[in-house]
C-alpha cells in the first residue's frame, strides 16, 4: 500500500508564503510524476503544478512566478513553495502522484495516489 501525507497548510495573510510537504510511503518502486491540486469551496479541483522525477515542472498560469514545486526523490517527497498569496489561493490542496510502481503480492502494479489534503486559508 502506497500512502501521501501532506503537511504544512495553514492560515497566512495575504502577500505571505507557505510551504507545502508530501511524503509518499509505502511498498515504492518508482514515482515520476508528484504534483498538486487544489480545490476550492464550490469549484472543480485543478491542477496546480507537476514535478517530473528528472525535474521538469508545470504550473497552472494563476500560479506561475508565485509557486515552486520541487522534490527529494531520495525521500520520495515533493514540496509546494507559496509566496505572494491571494485570498483566490484558499483552497485544500492535495497531493497527487498519478503512476506509482508498486508491489501488490510480489507482481508489479502501477496505482494513483492522492494524500488526504491539507487546508491553506488567505485571509487579513
Known amino acids: 500500500q502506497v500512502q501521501l501525507v501532506e503537511s504544512g497548510g495553514g492560515l497566512v495573510q495575504p502577500g505571505g508564503s507557505l510551504r507545502l510537504s508530501c511524503a509518499a510511503s509505502g511498498s515504492i518502486l518508482n514515482i515520476n510524476t508528484m504534483g498538486w491540486y487544489r480545490q476550492a469551496s464550490g469549484k472543480q479541483r485543478e491542477l496546480v503544478a507537476t514535478i517530473t522525477s528528472g525535474g521538469s515542472t508545470n504550473y497552472a498560469d494563476s500560479v506561475k512566478g508565485r509557486f515552486t514545486i520541487s522534490r527529494d526523490n531520495a525521500k520520495n517527497t515533493v514540496y509546494l513553495q507559496m509566496s505572494s498569496l491571494k485570498p483566490e489561493d484558499t483552497a485544500v490542496y492535495y497531493c497527487?502522484?498519478?503512476?506509482?510502481?508498486?508491489?501488490?503480492?510480489?507482481?508489479?502494479?502501477?496505482?494513483?495516489?492522492w494524500g488526504q489534503g491539507t487546508l491553506v486559508t488567505v485571509s487579513s
Open positions: 497527487n502522484a498519478p503512476r506509482v510502481a508498486t508491489t501488490v503480492a510480489l507482481v508489479r502494479r502501477y496505482l494513483e495516489v
